[in-house]
T-cell receptor
Framework: SQQGEEDPQALSIQEGENATMNCSYK?????LQWYRQNSGRGLVHLIL?????REKHSGRLRVTLDTSKKSSSLLITASRAADTASYFC????????????FGDGTTLTVKP | DTGVSQDPRHKITKRGQNVTFRCDPI?????LYWYRQTLGQGPEFLTY????????KSRLLSDRFSAERPKGSFSTLEIQRTEQGDSAMYLC???????????FGPGTRLTVL
């Protein structure tokens, strides 16, 4: 079964609004990564946050990590139509220094 | 452009045929990963290499699947006797060491008729 679960499954907002997506996971992790995927395309890496970090920023993106609750959130501020995509979280488990385990993603639609 | 390339981008084959996909990682990356993604789901891990050594294989990787990375550079993923259930996007990623960002290629979309 997938380690990460994103919430909500789908999100529709107006351009200029903020979008918040959440990710929950089950086991102890070394880091958590967020990716974006446009329809039919490959994944684009957005942010990596390590287990000893609580918050990270990159441009209009803000990621938080709460290891006690085994959850993370991705905030996109001042959204644009070009942000329309699926967003995935992926966890690298502490005991498995190899694979990343992905959730099924949040589909974000930003209406112009 | 992430620097990871995959070939072909699309493959249509008939059930029972063998197919082979190629992945060229970012040149200095020692780790290479294969994932499979079906519509509406996140990528599922298949296998990964550190240099030329294959270190882990998922239970998803039946004996019809084989992956190689002979010189620690490019990798190939072969599927023998394809089945309709093999239809999916096959994604390759690379990273520098463990627990670091994985950079994905554009994927190979396989359709088995």
């Amino acid at each position: 079964s997938q380690q990460g679960e994103e919430d909500p499954q789908a999100l529709s907002i107006q351009e200029g609004e903020n979008a918040t997506m959440n990710c929950s996971y089950k086991t102890s992790i070394n880091n958590l990564q967020w990716y974006r995927q446009n329809s039919g395309r490959g994944l684009v890496h957005l942010i990596l946050i390590r287990s000893n970090e609580r918050e990270k920023h990159s441009g209009r993106l803000r990621v938080t990590l709460d290891t006690s609750k085994k959850s993370s959130s991705l905030l996109i501020t001042a959204s644009r139509a070009a942000d329309t995509a699926s967003y995935f979280c992926a966890t690298d488990e502490s005991t498995n220094a190899g694979k990343s385990t992905f959730g099924d993603g949040t589909t974000l639609t930003v209406k112009p | 452009d992430t620097g990871v390339s995959q070939d072909p981008r699309h493959k249509i084959t008939k059930r029972g045929q063998n197919v082979t996909f190629r992945c060229d990682p970012i040149s200095e990356h020692n780790r290479l990963y294969w994932y499979r993604q079906t519509l509406g789901q996140g990528p599922e891990f298949l296998t990964y290499f550190q240099n030329e050594a294959q270190l882990e294989k998922s239970r998803l990787l039946s004996d019809r699947f084989s992956a190689e990375r002979p010189k620690g550079s490019f990798s190939t993923l072969e599927i023998q006797r394809t089945e309709q259930g093999d239809s999916a996007m096959y994604l390759c990623a690379s990273s520098l060491g463990s627990f670091n960002e994985q950079f994905f290629g554009p994927g190979t979309r396989l359709t088995v008729l």
